[in-house]
Structure formats: structure tokens, C-alpha cells
């Protein structure tokens, strides 16, 4: 399983620059989360996201379908919350898989004390890429990284 530490340290600034975004402003609880149906068509689903211990977590309320669909399959994309709409900072999105934790240690090691004490799904993601786009005066800056690969940086007029 790759963890946000793990991408942290391969790309130490592209995985700052990410997180920056995950934890920005007001809503930075608050981003989308895409799934698969059972149809294999995408389910797109507000959720809220943290880091700890090393690890991206996701939540979920008790058989929400967006926790079905990552029990069912458990490949999944996070799009941050976008802000004000200025692109300060970046547009960023995480691809990988959901892990669900069902053991009583992990959830108590994960609830936060504004988390409620359950039931809920917990999901660890192990994080399959990495994708910060940022616009350098007439410039789309597109920075991709893969585990065990370096940071590909493609640019566009």
C-alpha cells in the first residue's frame, strides 16, 4: 500500500502542494469523490478527507452508496475542493484505491475528536498517482507522480 507519507517522501513539494490544497480555506474537509457503480458508470460524491499518521483518510456514513461501491470496487479518485474559483495554489487530484479499516484499534487510532464515535466507514487510500495543475502565465503546468516513478511535468500554451 503506497501512503501519503510514502508519496511525500518521493516528491516532497508536489506532495506539499497537494495537501496544501486537500486543507485549504473553509471547506477543507469537504472534496469530491469519485466511484464506480455496480453498472461500472461513475458516481461522483461530496466526502470529507484528513490526514493522520501518515495516511489520506476518507469517511462515510453507515451504507452510504459511495461506501458500497468502494466495498464493491475499490478504485476511486479525489478531486479537492476548488475554493474560491481564483486556482490559487492549483487544481489537485489523488487516484487510487480504497482500503476499508474494520478494526476496532484503527478506527479509535483515526477518530478525531470531531468525528462522532460510529457506526461510519473508514477508507485509507493507497495512492495510485498524484495530478497538481496550475496555470504559469499562458501556461497549463500539468505535474503527474506515480509510485516509484518521478515527478513528469507536462506544459501547454
Do not use: I
Not at 1 to 23: C, G, K, W
Not at 33 to 48: C, H, I, K, N
Not at 70 to 78: E, G, H, I, S
Request: net charge neutral.
Amino acid at each position: 500500500m503506497t501512503t501519503y507519507d510514502d508519496f511525500a517522501h518521493e516528491a516532497p513539494e508536489l506532495a506539499a502542494a497537494v495537501r496544501a490544497r486537500f486543507e485549504a480555506g473553509p471547506t477543507a474537509k469537504h472534496h469530491v469523490l469519485a466511484t464506480l457503480r455496480a453498472d461500472g458508470s461513475p458516481r461522483v460524491s461530496g466526502t470529507e478527507v484528513g490526514f493522520r499518521a501518515g495516511e489520506l483518510f476518507l469517511g462515510s456514513m453507515p451504507g452510504a452508496r459511495k461506501a458500497l461501491d468502494l466495498r464493491r470496487d475499490a478504485r476511486c479518485a479525489l478531486h479537492a475542493h476548488t475554493g474560491d474559483g481564483t486556482m490559487a495554489g492549483g487544481d489537485a487530484k489523488l487516484g487510487g484505491r480504497a482500503v476499508e479499516v474494520t478494526d476496532e484499534a484503527t478506527l479509535a487510532a483515526f477518530r478525531g475528536e470531531q468525528q462522532p464515535p460510529g457506526p461510519y466507514h473508514l477508507f485509507l487510500l493507497d495512492l495510485r498517482e498524484a495530478v497538481l495543475t496550475t496555470v504559469a502565465g499562458n501556461q497549463l503546468v500539468v505535474q503527474l507522480w506515480r509510485p516509484g516513478q518521478p515527478v513528469r511535468t507536462t506544459r501547454r500554451s
